[in-house]
């Protein structure tokens, strides 16, 4: 089993609406949660993280962590065609061990 | 402003000729990452310096080497590339290993071996 599986998507969605990307991981005992966001053919760029169970909100993105389901999330809202890239989720305990990454498309 | 940096930003090299890809960083940082990234797959980690201490992932092929001469820079070595290796290859730096310390990467080099 892969310590952390990424719904694969690919993830379309109109201008202003809500993305949602979501990961499920194995439980490794003390963790963090980080998300980034990588376009394509650069390196990928730091949203955000998360550690205590609940959510955590900063801009437009809010992550969720339920350590009792080992799942974690992420809300894109107003979703805009400049957070068109790839979203990986990456468990953290010393190193990231990253998910397979979901595509995000914003249509105009 | 305090990043990182790799060089090249593009390397091309022939089968089984050896490479070294630099990272270099201004933030200080102790931790030093070299991750692979192949096309539409989600980056491996190669290995890690903590200050002067090595860590090789168990399944890091023998044929990638790193050397840290000191905090700012580190290299990656391939030894003889094959093409397999073809790849991105991104370092990070952290402040230190604990859960909540961020990685911050660099823009990647880009390995094409023909």
């Known amino acids: 089993q892969k310590e952390v599986e990424q719904n694969s998507g690919p993830l379309s969605v109109p201008e202003g609406a809500i993305a949602s990307l979501n990961c499920t991981y194995s439980?490794?005992?003390?963790?963090?949660f980080f998300w980034y966001r990588q376009y394509s053919g650069k390196s990928p760029e730091l949203i955000m993280f998360?550690?205590?169970?609940g959510d955590k909100e900063d801009g437009r993105f809010t992550a969720q962590l339920n350590k009792a389901s080992h799942y974690v999330s992420l809300l894109i809202r107003d979703s805009q065609p400049s957070d068109s890239a790839t979203y990986l989720c990456?468990?953290?305990?010393?190193?990231?061990?990253f998910g397979a990454g979901t595509t995000v498309t914003v249509r105009a | 402003d305090a990043m990182v940096i790799q060089n090249p930003r593009y390397q091309v090299t022939q089968f089984g000729k050896p490479v070294t890809l630099s990272c270099s960083q201004t933030l200080n940082h102790n931790v030093m990452y070299w991750y692979q990234q192949k096309s539409s797959q989600a980056p491996k980690l190669l290995f890690h310096y903590y200050d002067k201490d090595f860590n090789n992932e168990a399944d890091t092929p023998d044929n990638f080497q790193s050397r840290r001469p000191n905090t700012s820079f580190c290299f990656l070595d391939i030894r003889s590339p094959g093409l397999g290796d073809a790849a991105m290859y991104l370092c990070?730096?952290?402040?230190?290993?604990?859960?909540?310390?961020?990685?911050?990467f660099g823009p990647g080099t880009r390995l094409t071996v023909l």
């Open positions: 998360i550690y205590s169970n």
């Open positions: 439980d490794r005992g003390s963790q963090s």
């Open positions: 990070a730096t952290s402040r230190e290993l604990g859960v909540t310390d961020t990685q911050y």
């Open positions: 990456a468990l953290h305990d010393y190193k990231l061990s």
